[in-house]
């Protein structure tokens, strides 16, 4: 039997819960989620609250009880109905108590009692405060914040004493909070004004119907990753931040980018990131950000993006340099060929991960090839190719042709063949041997193995090592390349922390010993002193 409506069984009663209302969020034994019921239940006494979780394993119903439904919940276990009254159920607190339970540690000390005057007793009544002059040393630090990180302390209100108690913050980070309503933020970055970066990762806001009131000129920087706003949202939002350069809404399920009625809310947009959604149209997405005259980097990593076909001149992006597309099922050297088209100053392409480079033939010479496919490409796979390397790669890139592509195809399917001969010459039909050569001597060999342990370092004790595999490499690659490169061998998610370790042959040692490579540091394998012929050793967790 269906659940009857609610509405159709009690008439809404006056509550004496101002604070709660449908669009809210809370926080329950640190599970979040968002009221969708307030009021009465069938059959039960008092006042509660319908709440569907985040986590849609979370709860016991999809918004029904009893045979009454109140909600819908978007899973079948992603709902629960709490009293209103329920123990450790946070509604949301201000900014600045949030920020006075971070930053003031009340610690205090009998041994220093001072007294103070109460205001409102007019003089009348003296209180001794403990520790006086420590709170007001943290008290005067606040003022001096400029980087504030809150993440989950369950703010959920701007209130309206931030400017006076800290108003020097440029970034501040308030992912995994309890906002839920677009005016608090307003409210908030007006009383900072020299607010640069926002991030709001993991709050979920009431969707607006209209455009965002407020002018909040010094954010340039706004983060939105896990929010679910759409690109309709993001315009009527943007509306309160004229000054915004970088927008990201990664992960918010964005099938496609809607256009919006207005198109000039991004004025000065440059960056925007729309990684790890379900983008799948080329044009659709073009069509959308063709409006974004700023527009100098493009982030759509891990999408289901699946061909790039050609542009019309109309529709080519002369401003963007900047595009990252890895994880993305392109599989065509046709999609990289038509890059050149539809970005003619692009200069830095991340292209990770994608079925294209899957074929070992292919993967051992991916970058020469890209390299000379793109002509005013200047950094691959976030390292930088220098003069040599290019002149190296448009060579072999036509040496690759002379081998595969028949003499009266060259021109019409590889687009800068015509161009690439007459700047170095077209290799002999028989003879790219010695080519091929040339460029194989710039790939080094290096021996991947798993190690047992941490080895101990400065020591030539070794622990137990099992040989996993060889890979070819640029000396050049960057070691946050590297690192990808390996998780991806292991099959471990992107954020696994793994300890890498590069063998150091010791002169008069047939072992040498490890030494352990910092991946957080901008350097790539030369400077570590990885060899051709090298060995890595690994740790997993």
Known sequence: MRPRPFESLIAPAKLDLPTMSVGDRVCFHSDFGTIRHVGPLVGKKGQWLGIEWDDGQRGKNDGSIDGTRYFTAKSPTGA??????????????????????????????DSKVESVVLGSSDGAIEVEAVNLNKVRSKFAQLSKLKEVGLENYMIGKAGDDIQPVCPNIKRLDLSRNLFSDWNEIVRLSEQLPHLESLTLHYNYFRPLSAPLQGSCRSLVELLLNRTNVDWKQAHLIVCAFPSLRRLELGFNELATLEEPSSTGALPNLDSLVLDGNVLTN??????????????????????????????????????????????????????????????????????????????????????????????SLRRFNSSAISEEERKDAEFFYLTWIVRNVERNKRESEHPRWKELVELHGEPEEEAPRVDTTRLQSRLITINVFVLTEVPQMGTSKRPEQKFQQSLQLLPNMPIKTLRLKLLKIFKAKPTTQIRVFVDLVQEGSPTGSWGEIDLAKQADLTWWGVENGGSLGIVLP
């Open 80 to 109: 629960s109905f709490l009293r209103a009254t329920a123990p450790s159920l946070h509604l949301g607190r201000t900014f600045t108590e949030a920020l006075r339970d971070k930053y003031i540690e009340e610690r205090y000390d």
């Open 282 to 375: 080329w044009n659709a997405l073009i069509k959308a950000i063709k409006p974004l005259r700023s527009l100098s980097t493009l982030m759509v990593s891990d999408n289901q993006i699946g061909a790039i076909p050609l542009p019309t001149s109309s529709e080519v992006l002369p401003k963007t340099d900047t595009l990252f597309l890895d994880s993305n099922p392109l599989s065509s050297w046709n999609d990289v060929d038509a890059l050149a088209l539809w970005f003619p100053n692009l200069s830095n392409l991340r292209l990770l991960d994608v079925p294209l480079f899957n074929d070992p033939e292919i993967s051992k010479y991916a970058r020469l090839l890209v390299i000379g496919r793109l002509k």
